[in-house]
Protein backbone atom coordinates (compact mmCIF):
# COMPACT_ATOMS: atom_id res chain seq x y z
CA UNK A 1 0.00 0.00 0.00
CA UNK A 2 1.14 3.61 -0.35
CA UNK A 3 3.28 4.79 2.73
CA UNK A 4 3.89 8.70 3.68
CA UNK A 5 4.64 10.81 0.77
CA UNK A 6 6.17 14.08 0.78
CA UNK A 7 6.70 16.96 -1.61
CA UNK A 8 8.92 18.60 -3.26
CA UNK A 9 11.57 15.80 -2.48
CA UNK A 10 14.17 18.86 -3.09
CA UNK A 11 13.77 22.87 -2.75
CA UNK A 12 15.91 25.24 -3.42
CA UNK A 13 15.23 29.02 -1.96
CA UNK A 14 16.99 32.02 -1.71
CA UNK A 15 17.51 33.37 1.68
CA UNK A 16 14.65 35.46 2.74
CA UNK A 17 11.85 33.23 0.49
CA UNK A 18 8.69 31.67 1.84
CA UNK A 19 8.66 27.77 1.76
CA UNK A 20 5.70 25.11 2.27
CA UNK A 21 6.66 21.37 2.35
CA UNK A 22 4.13 19.18 2.28
CA UNK A 23 3.17 15.65 3.91
CA UNK A 24 0.67 13.12 2.58
CA UNK A 25 0.34 10.44 5.13
CA UNK A 26 -1.12 7.23 5.62
CA UNK A 27 -4.65 7.18 5.04
CA UNK A 28 -6.42 6.49 7.94
CA UNK A 29 -3.20 7.66 10.07
CA UNK A 30 -3.99 9.58 13.38
CA UNK A 31 -0.76 11.20 14.15
CA UNK A 32 1.47 12.73 12.19
CA UNK A 33 5.33 14.56 13.07
CA UNK A 34 7.72 16.74 11.71
CA UNK A 35 10.92 16.12 12.42
CA UNK A 36 14.07 17.84 10.62
CA UNK A 37 17.37 16.75 10.28
CA UNK A 38 20.39 18.50 9.70
CA UNK A 39 23.34 17.02 7.93
CA UNK A 40 25.40 14.10 10.23
CA UNK A 41 22.77 14.59 12.79
CA UNK A 42 19.64 12.81 14.32
CA UNK A 43 16.19 14.18 13.35
CA UNK A 44 15.06 16.86 15.78
CA UNK A 45 11.22 17.14 16.28
CA UNK A 46 9.60 20.06 15.88
CA UNK A 47 6.01 19.17 15.60
CA UNK A 48 3.03 16.65 16.19
CA UNK A 49 -0.55 16.66 15.16
CA UNK A 50 -3.35 14.04 16.63
CA UNK A 51 -5.93 14.02 13.82
CA UNK A 52 -6.48 18.54 12.77
CA UNK A 53 -5.12 19.10 16.65
CA UNK A 54 -1.50 20.47 16.50
CA UNK A 55 -0.94 19.00 20.31
CA UNK A 56 3.05 19.41 20.48
CA UNK A 57 4.98 22.71 18.64
CA UNK A 58 7.85 23.14 21.30
CA UNK A 59 10.13 21.64 18.74
CA UNK A 60 9.49 24.69 16.07
CA UNK A 61 12.58 26.38 16.21
CA UNK A 62 11.63 29.77 15.17
CA UNK A 63 8.14 31.87 14.91
CA UNK A 64 9.20 31.75 11.27
CA UNK A 65 7.92 27.79 11.54
CA UNK A 66 4.30 27.63 10.99
CA UNK A 67 2.64 23.91 10.40
CA UNK A 68 -0.88 23.02 10.00
CA UNK A 69 -3.06 20.15 9.53
CA UNK A 70 -6.83 21.62 8.77
CA UNK A 71 -8.33 18.37 7.93
CA UNK A 72 -6.53 15.98 9.77
CA UNK A 73 -4.74 14.41 7.24
CA UNK A 74 -2.63 16.13 4.74
CA UNK A 75 -0.28 18.29 6.73
CA UNK A 76 1.91 21.42 5.44
CA UNK A 77 5.11 22.79 7.13
CA UNK A 78 5.82 26.16 6.21
CA UNK A 79 9.16 27.70 7.06
CA UNK A 80 8.58 31.94 6.24
CA UNK A 81 11.72 33.96 5.17
CA UNK A 82 14.10 31.26 5.20
CA UNK A 83 17.71 31.18 6.60
CA UNK A 84 20.67 29.11 5.94
CA UNK A 85 20.36 27.40 9.47
CA UNK A 86 16.98 26.17 7.94
CA UNK A 87 18.75 24.45 5.47
CA UNK A 88 18.33 20.44 6.44
CA UNK A 89 15.58 17.43 5.44
CA UNK A 90 12.47 18.03 6.96
CA UNK A 91 11.02 14.17 7.41
CA UNK A 92 7.38 13.77 8.32
CA UNK A 93 5.98 10.58 10.18
CA UNK A 94 2.71 9.08 10.79
CA UNK A 95 1.06 6.59 12.96
CA UNK A 96 -2.15 4.87 13.52
CA UNK A 97 -2.88 5.88 16.88
CA UNK A 98 -1.87 8.14 19.32
CA UNK A 99 1.85 8.73 20.18
CA UNK A 100 4.75 5.85 19.91
CA UNK A 101 2.02 3.13 21.57
CA UNK A 102 1.82 2.50 17.45
CA UNK A 103 5.06 2.21 15.23
CA UNK A 104 5.67 5.60 13.26
CA UNK A 105 6.12 5.47 9.34
CA UNK A 106 8.74 7.93 7.85
CA UNK A 107 8.51 9.65 4.15
CA UNK A 108 11.39 10.03 2.24
CA UNK A 109 12.04 13.90 3.25
CA UNK A 110 12.34 17.06 1.44
CA UNK A 111 15.93 18.36 1.51
CA UNK A 112 15.82 22.18 1.48
CA UNK A 113 18.84 23.85 0.73
CA UNK A 114 18.44 28.17 1.30
CA UNK A 115 21.19 29.89 -0.93
CA UNK B 1 17.16 18.91 29.14
CA UNK B 2 16.05 15.57 27.34
CA UNK B 3 19.13 14.21 26.04
CA UNK B 4 20.09 10.97 24.29
CA UNK B 5 23.65 10.08 23.56
CA UNK B 6 24.69 6.86 21.05
CA UNK B 7 28.19 5.30 20.60
CA UNK B 8 30.06 5.00 18.76
CA UNK B 9 29.49 7.43 16.23
CA UNK B 10 31.23 5.32 13.88
CA UNK B 11 31.82 1.93 13.09
CA UNK B 12 33.80 -0.28 10.58
CA UNK B 13 33.67 -3.70 10.74
CA UNK B 14 34.10 -7.08 8.35
CA UNK B 15 31.12 -9.13 7.00
CA UNK B 16 30.49 -11.74 10.18
CA UNK B 17 31.51 -9.78 12.97
CA UNK B 18 29.07 -8.97 15.75
CA UNK B 19 28.22 -5.27 16.85
CA UNK B 20 26.77 -3.69 20.05
CA UNK B 21 25.71 -0.19 19.69
CA UNK B 22 24.78 1.51 22.96
CA UNK B 23 22.58 4.11 23.41
CA UNK B 24 22.07 6.25 26.66
CA UNK B 25 19.57 8.94 27.51
CA UNK B 26 18.33 11.23 29.90
CA UNK B 27 14.72 12.45 29.52
CA UNK B 28 11.74 13.53 31.53
CA UNK B 29 9.08 10.53 32.32
CA UNK B 30 10.36 7.92 30.25
CA UNK B 31 7.61 6.06 27.90
CA UNK B 32 9.45 4.08 25.10
CA UNK B 33 12.81 4.14 23.54
CA UNK B 34 13.35 2.93 19.69
CA UNK B 35 15.96 2.09 17.07
CA UNK B 36 15.72 3.07 13.78
CA UNK B 37 17.75 1.75 10.42
CA UNK B 38 18.41 5.14 8.22
CA UNK B 39 19.87 3.82 4.68
CA UNK B 40 19.67 7.08 2.31
CA UNK B 41 16.23 7.54 3.01
CA UNK B 42 14.01 8.20 5.77
CA UNK B 43 14.32 6.21 8.82
CA UNK B 44 12.97 2.53 8.94
CA UNK B 45 11.16 1.17 12.68
CA UNK B 46 13.25 -1.48 14.30
CA UNK B 47 12.59 -1.91 17.82
CA UNK B 48 10.21 -0.24 20.54
CA UNK B 49 10.98 -0.91 24.36
CA UNK B 50 9.45 0.01 26.91
CA UNK B 51 10.34 -2.24 29.60
CA UNK B 52 13.78 -3.21 31.01
CA UNK B 53 15.14 -6.62 31.20
CA UNK B 54 13.09 -7.71 28.12
CA UNK B 55 14.88 -8.46 25.08
CA UNK B 56 13.56 -7.63 21.48
CA UNK B 57 14.56 -9.69 18.65
CA UNK B 58 14.76 -9.81 14.88
CA UNK B 59 16.66 -12.34 13.18
CA UNK B 60 20.73 -11.51 13.84
CA UNK B 61 19.15 -8.03 15.41
CA UNK B 62 18.32 -8.07 19.03
CA UNK B 63 17.92 -5.20 21.36
CA UNK B 64 17.28 -4.55 25.44
CA UNK B 65 16.58 -1.87 27.79
CA UNK B 66 17.88 -1.03 31.06
CA UNK B 67 16.23 1.61 32.50
CA UNK B 68 17.45 1.38 36.16
CA UNK B 69 21.09 2.24 34.36
CA UNK B 70 18.92 4.43 31.46
CA UNK B 71 20.40 2.66 28.61
CA UNK B 72 20.02 0.47 25.29
CA UNK B 73 21.76 -1.86 23.52
CA UNK B 74 21.15 -3.31 19.53
CA UNK B 75 23.12 -6.23 18.78
CA UNK B 76 23.65 -7.12 15.33
CA UNK B 77 25.27 -10.67 14.61
CA UNK B 78 26.75 -12.01 11.38
CA UNK B 79 26.69 -8.82 10.30
CA UNK B 80 26.33 -8.29 6.26
CA UNK B 81 27.14 -5.45 4.06
CA UNK B 82 23.44 -4.84 3.89
CA UNK B 83 23.63 -3.62 6.92
CA UNK B 84 25.54 -1.26 6.46
CA UNK B 85 23.91 2.50 7.78
CA UNK B 86 23.12 4.75 10.41
CA UNK B 87 21.27 3.17 13.04
CA UNK B 88 19.00 5.53 15.53
CA UNK B 89 18.41 5.73 18.83
CA UNK B 90 15.06 7.89 19.91
CA UNK B 91 13.17 8.39 23.27
CA UNK B 92 9.89 9.51 23.62
CA UNK B 93 8.98 11.56 26.88
CA UNK B 94 5.75 12.59 28.18
CA UNK B 95 3.80 14.46 26.47
CA UNK B 96 4.70 12.86 23.09
CA UNK B 97 8.05 14.51 22.71
CA UNK B 98 10.53 12.65 20.86
CA UNK B 99 14.27 13.29 20.87
CA UNK B 100 16.45 11.31 18.95
CA UNK B 101 20.15 10.89 19.23
CA UNK B 102 22.93 11.64 16.39
CA UNK B 103 23.32 7.76 15.32
CA UNK B 104 26.30 5.36 14.97
CA UNK B 105 27.47 5.25 11.61
CA UNK B 106 27.90 1.49 10.69
CA UNK B 107 30.02 -0.41 7.87
CA UNK B 108 30.20 -3.50 7.18
CA UNK B 109 32.74 -4.33 4.62
CA UNK B 110 33.04 -7.47 2.63
Sequence with gaps: GAGVSQ???????KRGQDVALRCDPISGHVSLFWY??????????????QNEAQLDKSGLPSDRFFAERPE????????????????????????????????????????LTVT | EDKVVQ????????????????????????????WYKQEKKAPTFLF????????????????????????????????QTGDSAVYLCAVEGYGQNFVFGPGTRLSVLP
Excluded: W
Design chain 1, 7 to 13: SPRYKVA
Design chain 1, 36 to 49: QQALGQGPEFLTYF
Design chain 1, 72 to 111: GSVSTLKIQRTQQEDSAVYLCASSAGGGLAYEQYFGPGTR
Design chain 2, 7 to 34: SPLSLVVHEGDTVTLNCSYEVTNFRSLL
Design chain 2, 48 to 79: MLTSSGIEKKSGRLSSILDKKELFSILNITAT
